[in-house]
């Protein structure tokens, strides 16, 4: 089992996504370092925080917090210990046994890429400073459906006949 320290609390901040070239993000987020990054947040994601922060009837500080039994949301932020939580839950209730937090990094690393995420973005987006750390996480799956020299002879042939 990954132990993640309890003093940690998630921190989003009502008005810290922000609109930026007609999209949302959350500007200044500090990752390892102490780096500051720009992340993107998609559409469907603020939609969902919307719905949480009307619901839970927050209009100032952190996003997050705890809801107690009676169904109160509290003033108190969640710690990482219990995101974590939640999410072995929900792992656990879609027969996902054995988890671990940078298997969420890798899996979003790989549906990005699969969606036709350019590999420098998807850099950019898990915060890593080095390319090869990203290549590392997406690891390699052989496309033999698409393979990748199916076109060799439509382009020679394509070649040959411009050149004719």
């Known amino acids: 089992m990954v132990q993640i320290s309890p003093v940690r609390s998630v921190s989003l901040v009502v008005d810290k996504i922000q609109m930026r070239d007609d999209r949302w993000v959350i500007p200044d987020l500090v990752?390892?370092?102490?780096?500051?990054?720009l992340v993107p947040v998609p559409g469907w994601v603020k939609d969902r925080l919307d719905l949480w922060t009307v619901a839970a009837k927050i209009t100032k500080e952190k996003k997050f917090r705890a809801v107690g039994k009676n169904d109160k949301v509290s003033g108190s932020s969640l710690s990482t210990t219990a995101?974590?939580?939640?999410?072995?839950?929900?792992?656990?209730?879609?027969?996902?046994?054995?988890l671990a937090p940078h298997d969420l990094h890798r899996t979003c690393a790989k549906l990005c890429r699969k969606s036709g995420g350019d590999l420098e973005q998807i850099q950019f987006l898990l915060g890593h400073s080095s390319i090869q750390t990203t290549e590392k996480y997406l690891g390699g799956d052989q496309d033999i459906v698409n393979a990748v020299n199916d076109q060799i002879f439509a382009r020679v042939k394509k070649f040959q006949s411009n050149s004719d």
């Open 31 to 37: 990752g390892k370092r102490k780096k500051l990054r």
């Open 83 to 98: 995101v974590w939580k939640i999410v072995l839950h929900y792992a656990h209730h879609v027969g996902i046994e054995h």
